[in-house]
């Protein structure tokens, strides 16, 4: 199996770096089947979101795109909604329910932006322990997994993001465990698709994708369904790392993977020669 499918895309309605018509030229010269945009919705502490004038834009953008590209490529309007922002309830094809942000006396922090806000925050907001964050990122992904109606849940260990040499903390450490496989299973019960996301990769962050092994095979054991994205913020990476993060989900136990095929998301079994 080849992934040729890609629903975690931004473009430079905000925070990418091309049009979303390169996006689509980029799907096309992959020889992709289905290509799904998610820009970053609305939220007023989030300056890597759209205004709240842009949406109607960015929605009109790419439905004009999916007619010019009717019968080439299946293009889905998505959108990435951030847990703690209100949400437009315009008619989108899929949501993508992500927690970048972290609410704290005064406004939000990000997890999500570099190393150095993210350590700021551990010192300011978390008494210099960084498992207290953690334990905070992660109550707050439980309760948007309650909380949501979205298809698809976002990047879910997310924190882990600048963790790569295990410097921030420790991930076997039970006090970030505990939280992680909590969590692993509360998403793989709730049945909504867990994202399976290589978007640090293409950024020079990490090397694998996150969720990691062990959440990963957590998720496994607990039943939950993956679908694979490139959380793509540039046309030239729009499939990075997929048929590696395959092979990662054979090997944590997965037999089978989720992706959009057209407007529906649809079951493809792994080949086991993977590796
Ligand atoms: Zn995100
Ligand atoms: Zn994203």
């Known amino acids: 199996m080849v992934l040729k499918s890609n629903i975690h895309t931004h473009s430079n309605f905000v925070d990418g770096r ?7 030229r980029a799907a096309l010269a992959l020889g992709f089947h289905t290509l799904g945009f998610s820009e970053h919705g609305h939220a007023d502490y989030d300056d890597c979101s759209m205004t709240p004038a842009q949406e109607p834009a960015y929605r009109a953008e790419v439905l004009r795109l999916r007619e010019k590209y009717r019968g080439r490529l299946n293009i889905l309007l998505g959108y990435e909604h951030d847990w703690f922002a209100p949400f437009d ?12 942000y972290l609410p704290v006396p005064g406004g939000y922090v990000c997890v999500d932006n ?5 350590e700021a925050a ?5 008494g210099g322990d960084p498992y207290a964050l953690c334990r905070a990122y992660f109550d707050a992904v439980c309760r948007s997994i309650e909380g949501t ?10 924190v882990m993001k600048f963790n790569e040499r295990r410097d921030l903390f420790d991930d076997a450490d039970p006090r970030y465990l505990g939280p992680v496989l909590a969590t692993a299973e509360l998403a793989a019960r709730s049945g909504r698709l867990v ?7 293409a950024r020079g962050y990490r090397r694998e994708p996150y969720p990691g092994r062990a959440m990963l095979e957590h998720i496994r054991a ?5 679908i694979v994205t490139s959380d ?3 046309a030239a990476f729009l499939d990075c790392a997929f048929p590696e993060t395959l092979a990662l989900l054979r090997a944590c136990g997965f037999r089978t993977v989720w992706m959009y095929d057209g407007p529906e998301a649809v079951e493809r079994a792994l080949p086991q020669n993977l590796s």
């Open 18 to 24: 091309d049009a979303p018509e390169d996006m689509v």
């Open 89 to 100: 309830p315009a008619p989108y094809d899929y949501i993508i329910e992500s927690v970048h």
């Open 114 to 118: 570099t190393r150095a806000i993210l």
């Open 122 to 126: 551990v010192r300011e907001h978390f």
């Open 149 to 158: 109606g979205a298809a698809v849940l976002g990047h879910i260990e997310l």
């Open 195 to 201: 994202e399976v996301n290589t978007g640090a990769i």
């Open 222 to 226: 607990c039943g939950g369904r993956v």
């Open 232 to 234: 793509c913020h540039d």
